[in-house]
């Protein structure tokens, strides 16, 4: 403390007074305040790993990180508590370096791994049991995993409050999750996994996509505190997510389909019915959840899961389009009669104002719960016409179409209605896959027919 006290000799404000003033500067200053002299560089080393995130790209910048802890003695209990780790496998000459980081940060609540299975099958099982001995751990992130992912999670205890697992793996042709086999689900199903963290889990993240993953499953934990569910399935069934969850209050669901019919107008597909059917009567013998508060999904996702309770916000990610797709929500939202429904159509004038399957038929399935309503027209029109940001006639047309429809009512609360006019795209481009990937983008290269 003398040798501190003496460095400090020189600054004209004592040392407490630039802590605090450092304590609250932004990035930019903190850096520059460290480069002044080596005690404020010791110190803004410290307070930039608090601060974080640590993001390691690539075998330079985990070096960089090293060497920089290394060299400002902050070995052992350095303060790193954010740190994301993007290599794809860490070299054997790396490992003990990457141990030997993870093994001095007691404080570190947050990593992500983006490729977890193979760091965690970096040539020693040290990598593994130095995450499995963080106990400050809070938010986990482990993409591309595999068997080594789930042993290293089935040995983890420390009080997680977020998890963000998925088995998919862009680079491969069949995936992990799609391949695995009746009697192999139950080891891999994100609930029966996370059985550590039941009392203490908050929010998860789950992209385990499998064609028989409603097949009964052993007796898994309750997540009684988990209030925030991400769901990346092709074919979503949400029977063991709702016994393990019941207090469930935000859904946001996303599955991949590349939709075989480009046209709007084709037959609602089968095995989209199918999946649909079986949710709907799952949840009818047996329960849905109660205290759910809000759901968002593209409009295919939305009418795959079927909920049947009562949801006061909705949200449709991307474009729906008069036809098919209206319908599919229009049944959606009668089961779940939203208060509040934010929602983004597209097509030419006279689709969207069609009274059968149009802007119309979507607005009459909530007529008597809606509340608040936030509404986006995509007006197509060919590409020799003149386009605008907005029309205020098409605004008022659609205004008045939306409060002839709640004839009964005096109006929509509020309303938040946008109208543009965009060019006329080709069939193949826009209608491909009418809902929109709302988590980045999805890693799924093929559609497997649900039979």
Not at 32 to 47: D, E, F, P, Y
Not at 120 to 131: C, G, K, Q
Request: contains cysteine; hydrophobic residues 40%; proline residues 7%.
């Amino acid at each position: 403390m003398s040798n501190l006290g003496s460095a400090l000799d020189g600054l004209a404000l004592n040392f407490d007074v630039l802590h605090e003033v450092m304590v609250f500067s932004d990035t930019q200053s903190l850096v520059r305040l460290s480069q002044t002299c080596k005690i404020l560089h010791r110190m803004g080393a410290t307070l930039l790993l608090k601060r974080g995130p640590v993001v390691i790209n690539d075998d330079a910048e985990f070096m960089s990180l090293y060497t920089f802890l290394q060299r400002h003695r902050l070995f052992p209990n350095h303060a790193l508590r954010n740190l994301s780790f993007c290599i794809k496998q860490v070299p054997r000459e790396r490992v003990n370096h990457f141990v030997s980081i993870l093994e001095n940060s007691p404080e570190l609540e947050t990593l992500r791994l983006a490729y977890a299975e193979s760091v965690l099958n970096s040539e020693s099982p040290s990598v593994a049991n130095a995450i499995v001995a963080l106990t400050a751990l809070r938010d986990l992130s482990l993409h591309r995993a595999k068997a080594s992912t789930r042993d290293m999670l089935l040995s983890l205890y420390a009080p997680l409050e977020r998890l963000d697992i998925s088995y998919d793996e862009p680079e491969a042709i069949d995936p992990f999750d799609q391949a695995l086999l009746a009697n192999q689900i139950a080891e891999y199903h994100p609930l029966l996994i996370c059985g550590n963290f039941a009392s203490t889990l908050e929010e998860l993240s789950s992209r385990f996509s499998n064609l028989l993953s409603n097949l009964p499953l052993p007796e898994a934990p309750v997540y009684a505190n988990l209030h925030r569910l991400t769901l990346d399935d092709d074919w979503p069934f949400l029977r063991h997510w709702i016994t393990s969850c019941p207090n469930l209050r935000e859904l946001f669901c996303l599955s991949f389909h590349p939709d075989g019919d480009p046209t709007p107008d084709g037959p609602i597909d089968d095995d989209w019915r199918a999946t649909r059917e079986e949710n709907v009567q799952d949840q009818q013998l047996h329960g849905s959840w109660t205290l759910l508060q809000e759901f968002a999904g593209d409009v295919i996702t939305t009418y795959l899961v079927g909920l049947t309770c009562h949801v006061p916000k909705v949200r449709i990610e991307g474009d729906v389009r008069p036809g098919r797709f209206t319908v599919m929500l229009q049944e959606t939202l009668e089961a779940v009669q939203p208060e509040y429904l934010r929602v983004r159509m597209r097509g030419s004038v006279l689709r969207l104002l069609d009274p059968e399957d149009g802007l119309c038929a979507v607005l009459h399935a909530v007529r008597t719960s809606l509340k608040r309503l936030a509404l986006t027209l995509c007006v197509e029109r060919s590409p020799q016409a003149p386009t605008s940001e907005a029309d205020p006639e098409l605004i008022g047309y659609t205004s008045l179409t939306v409060r002839n429809v709640y004839c009964s009512r005096p109006s929509v609360s509020a309303m938040n209605l946008t109208a543009y006019y965009t060019e006329c795209p080709a069939y193949d481009d826009a209608v491909a896959h009418p809902g929109a990937n709302i988590f980045g983008p999805s890693t799924r290269r093929t559609k497997r027919p649900r039979r």
